[in-house]
Structure formats: C-alpha cells, structure tokens
Nanobody, 114 residues
C-alpha cells in the first residue's frame, strides 16, 4: 500500500490550495481517510476525516475553510484549503485506516506566506 500526497506549495495568505492523496496497492473505498499536519516545532495534529460513507469531520481551526472529499473511482482523497492563513503552514499527511491497519503517506509541504 502506498499513499502519494501532492499539491503543496507556497501560497499567499487568503489563497487556496488543493491537496491530493492517491492510493495504490489497495482501494480506498473500504477505508476511512484522514488528513493530518505537522507545523515546524509542533506535534502532528489531526485536520480532517472522511468516512467510508462520506461523512466528514474537521478540527475547529479549519472548519468553514477546508473541505475533505473522496473519489473512490480515482482512488484519491482531497483536501481543498481556502482562506489560508500563516498558521496553516505545515507538512500535510494523509492516512488510510482500515480495520486494524493504518497507512501513512509521505507528506506534502504547504507554506502560507506573503
């Protein structure tokens, strides 16, 4: 199982980015998909979750700005990030959770700066 995160980059405050996490070696349709992030000098924190049925949950700091979604046909999960703030600067990781197994992607760096 491999998870390939992409879409990070440098963006100005107020801007948008869409992260992608493409899975290979397995299908995401039977898994819960999760985004985490880790800012410099801080612990990794949970950002958003999408269930197998499509239900979503978000940490308070991103509610109303970020949207997690999944496309099972493309075997990919997305994180649409709008109205980005400097505090959103972090390496973003995707995780697949299925039964008792967890798989992590390698992370993609998002830098929000003017």
């Amino acid at each position: 199982v491999q998870l390939q995160a992409s879409g990070g980059g440098l963006v100005q405050p107020g801007g948008s980015l869409r992260l992608s996490c493409a899975a290979s070696g397995t299908m995401i349709s039977s898994a819960v998909m999760v985004w985490y992030r880790q800012a410099p000098g801080k612990q990794r924190e949970w950002v958003a979750t999408v269930s197998r049925a499509g239900s979503t949950g978000y940490t308070d700091s991103v509610k109303g700005r970020f949207t997690i979604s999944r496309d099972n046909a493309k075997n990919t999960v997305y994180l649409q990030m709008n109205t980005l703030k400097p505090d959103d600067t972090a390496v973003y990781y995707c995780k697949m959770v299925r039964e008792s197994s967890e798989y992590w992607g390698q992370g993609t760096l998002v830098t929000v700066s003017s």
